[in-house]
Structure formats: C-alpha cells, structure tokens
C-alpha cells in the first residue's frame, strides 16, 4: 500500500508536493486531514515512524464524517496510568458548546482519541486550537505532542482568515487587547452614572485591519472568546482605578452560552477583580437578542440571580424594539445612535424616542440616548425627558476614566435647571425663549411649509431682513 502511495506521489508532482506539505504541517504539529495523513507516507517527521504506522492508518480509515482524532504521542519507558477518554471530555467541556462522543485507540507510538460531534461537523481551526492547549493543562501529558487530524477540510471563509486568527490568538494568548471607556452621563446633573468600555486593537502595529479582524473571529466562532478577554481587561482595570461607579460591558449573545458551557463564571471572573456583579451591566444588541431571545433569556435569568444588570444595545434599530424589550425587562434601553442625530430634524424619529422612553419608563427601565454629537441633540434629548446621554459631545472614549467635557458640563446644568424651574412654575423671560429656524423675509412661502414638514416639532420660523427679524410696522408708520 506505502509503496503504491510513494509511487502515485513519484508519478504525479503535484501529489509529491501536497504529501510534501502534509509531512512538513505533521512535523509543525498543524492540523492535517485524513487524506493528507495517508499522503505523507512513513517518512513523514512526525507522527510517522515506521512502528505504528500502520496503526495511524487504521485511525484515518476509521474518520467518519465530521470526526476529529487527537494523536497523543506515547511517553517513552513505563508511563504513568492515563484515562484519555476523561482528558478529552473535560477538554471538549472547556471549549466546545455541543455534546461529543469520545473513543480512545491505540495507534502504536500514539494514543489516538477520537471525538465526533453531535452535528457532524468538523471543528474549526480555533476550536481544534482550544480543545488542544486543554489537553496539554493535563500533568500526565506534560511535554507530548499532540497533533489533531479531521476528516474534513476547513470551512474555505475560515482558511482565508487562517492569517487573521493567528494574529487574534496571539492577542489573546500574551493579553494585548486595548480597551477604552466612555463615560454615560446624568443628564440630569451632569454626574457620571458609568462607563462603557469599548475594545481596541493592540498599538504595537500587529494587528492592522480591524475590521477583518472582527469578520475572521466570528467566522471561527471566536468571538465569545474575544468577549472573555476583553471582560478579564474590563474588570482588570476597573479595579486599577478604584471605579465606583457601573461599568458596562458588551457581549455576544453566543458568548452567553459559552460563559456555562465553558465553566467560565463572568461573576467568579469580576468577584476576583473586586467588582461586585450589581456594578456590571452586560449590553447586548437588539438586532442579535431578537433571533436568540428562547435561549438569550434563560442564559440573562441566570445573571441576573447572580447580581448583574442587562442592557438593550441599539434599540429602535430593528423592528421588534418594544415587543423585546418588554419580554426581556432589562435595566437600560440604549437608543441607537441613528435615533439621536436624527431627532434634531425629523419628527417621527422625536416620536420613536417618546414611544421608547415612555414604554420604557411604564416597565421600569432607564433609558440612554448614545450618539449625541451635537448641542442641539443634547437640548431636544433632555427636552424629552431621556435620563441618561453618552456621546462625543459629552467625552470620546479615552484611556482610563475621565469625567466630562466641561462645556457640555455647562448646557446639561443651564438647561437641567431650566427643565427644574419649568417643572415648578417658575421660569424666566429666557426660559421662555423658543429654539426655531431662521430664512430670508423674502423666502417662498412654500419654503416655509417644506422647512416646517420636514422639522415636525419646529415652534417657529423667524424671517429676516438683513439679517434682522421682520417686524410689522406701527400703526403711526403705516399713516
């Protein structure tokens, strides 16, 4: 059969080629399949060896669909008594969220260990990277090789990231992930209520193109791990500062699933880095709640028993905000930024955010506007009643936690206070003042009706001549 095979390769460059490859990916310890396994040939540097090669061979016939064998290389001498089966469960336990069916064999100077999937699918190249390094925390297979070999080839969206992934675990494994924060703002005294913190890429040139970055990650089914490293760094650096008060963290809403199946506990993580979990709030986006929300809500009880509060991230951008939001019943909504640059101009966005904030409101639940970039977002924002602002207006993110810029300190108090004495029947002669438009005396008129269509909400036009407003004349002038 060997000679055979070495005489395809011989007679078929190409052939002579991929089996080059495969021996040298083999001695790399890299992923190999099947067919590559039979490629290589006895001369393969590793895991072949004229002794047990025939039982390699036997392990790749054996490959069914969707199947993954772990060769463990033997120790040398008498070996300590091992129970592979039990290393791989608790392996696949610690990275994959599906159950697997697990078989050892032996394979001459291996000890191969198959595992099969429930859904038949092969493991991608990140999990095969995970269930491998937790395979090596086991004592007993301290310094051995471990080579994995799938029966099928690797998805082809996630090979052409395979560059990508190498740059991300590298960032993962040596924790070079940046994060920022943003602080989320009183809007009724311009105190800081949190912080949201935001990830960002390593500054050391590594990692280049964000956005592939992010695609390759959630191709491989990385992204929930990419969330348990920023979150280590979140708490991390929460607990560098003394941070008092809440700190909001994005998440996947698969990384959920993978917090229990993976044993991870998100409190255990934040209670080690002294922040108690009633001072976390885990923001998950409206558009991916709603296709998980069966599952996203057992996962979110089970926080919540634990101390932590949920936000709904970019409410108002999909189609069933408040059908959502009132199943879930999270402690804060946050209003797609489209909503707060869109509200200064276009009245049914003013009229999305009323119905938002005060169905909100019936159940309990604050709302923050995020995007506010300009002073007349922030007016119209704190006009209607929306508790809570985040924004560039407001503070960019930045390293650390800083507090606010200190004109927009300024406009939430001079306008805070205005809402107060209104409130109470006070107001002045400049709280009477209305914010309008303006357009030349000699505008058509049907200019003025276009400008107050398209501004819904708009309390007035004011016409000016040269630059002064139109006035009638007096009853002494017009004699």
């Known amino acids: 059969m060997q000679e055979r095979r070495r005489a395809e390769c011989a007679g078929r460059p190409g052939l002579a080629r991929a089996a080059s490859r495969a021996s040298e990916r083999l001695g790399r310890r890299e992923n190999v399949s099947a067919a590559e396994l039979r490629l290589a040939g006895p001369a393969a540097p590793a ?26 290389e033997n120790a040398p001498g008498p070996a300590p008594a091992l129970r592979p089966e039990f290393t791989l469960q608790e392996a696949l336990r610690a990275a994959i969220p599906e159950p697997c069916a697990v078989r050892a064999q032996a394979a001459g100077r291996w000890t191969a260990l198959l595992a099969s999937p429930a859904s038949r699918q092969p493991f991608d190249p990140v999990s095969l990277h995970l269930i491998c390094e937790a395979l090596r925390q086991d004592p007993a297979l301290a310094g051995r090789r471990i080579v994995p070999l799938s029966a099928a080839p690797v998805a082809a969206q996630v090979r052409e990231h395979l560059e990508v992934l190498g740059e991300l675990l590298e960032t993962l494994l040596h924790r070079r992930l940046r994060v920022q924060f943003q602080p989320i703002v009183d809007l009724s005294s311009a105190g800081i209520h949190g912080y949201e913190a935001l990830i960002r890429l390593p500054q050391d040139g590594t990692m280049t193109k964000p956005g592939a970055l992010f695609q390759a990650a959630d191709h491989a089914r990385l992204v929930s791990w990419v969330d348990l490293a920023y979150q280590e760094r979140c708490f991390a650096e929460a607990r560098a500062a003394g941070l008092s008060q809440l700190l909001f963290v994005n998440m996947d809403a698969e990384g959920l699933a993978y917090l229990d199946v993976a044993g991870r506990s998100l409190a255990d993580r934040a209670a080690q880095c002294g922040i108690p979990p009633h001072r976390v709030v885990l923001e998950i986006t409206e558009r991916q709640a709603v296709s998980e929300f069966p599952r996203l809500a057992e996962y979110i009880a089970g926080l919540r028993k634990r101390g932590f509060k949920v936000a709904v991230d970019d409410a108002g951008a999909g189609y069933s905000s408040l059908h959502f939001i009132a199943e879930l019943r999270p402690e804060y909504v946050k209003l797609d930024r ?142």
Do not use: W
């Open 338 to 479: 489209s909503v707060s640059r869109a509200i200064q101009h276009r009245g049914p966005q003013r009229a999305l955010l009323r119905a938002i904030a005060g169905f909100a409101a019936e159940i309990g639940t604050e709302v923050i506007a995020e995007g506010i970039e300009t002073p007349d977002e922030l007016a119209v924002i704190m006009d209607l009643g929306v508790r809570f602002g985040q924004g560039y207006l407001l503070s960019r993110p930045q390293d650390g936690f800083r507090g606010i810029r200190g004109a927009a300190r300024g406009m939430i108090q001079e306008r805070a206070a205005r809402r107060r004495r209104a409130a109470l029947g006070e107001p002045t002669l400049g709280d009477l003042a209305l914010d309008g438009a303006s357009l030349p005396a000699d505008s058509p008129l049907e200019a003025v009706a276009r400008r107050l269509d398209r501004e819904e909400g708009l309390p007035l036009v004011a016409l000016l001549d040269e630059g002064l407003p139109q006035t009638q004349p007096s009853g002494h002038d017009r004699a």
């Open 47 to 72: 895991p072949a060896g004229s002794a047990g090669r025939a039982g390699l061979d036997h392990v790749a016939e054996c490959l069914v669909e969707g199947a993954t064998v772990f060769l463990i």
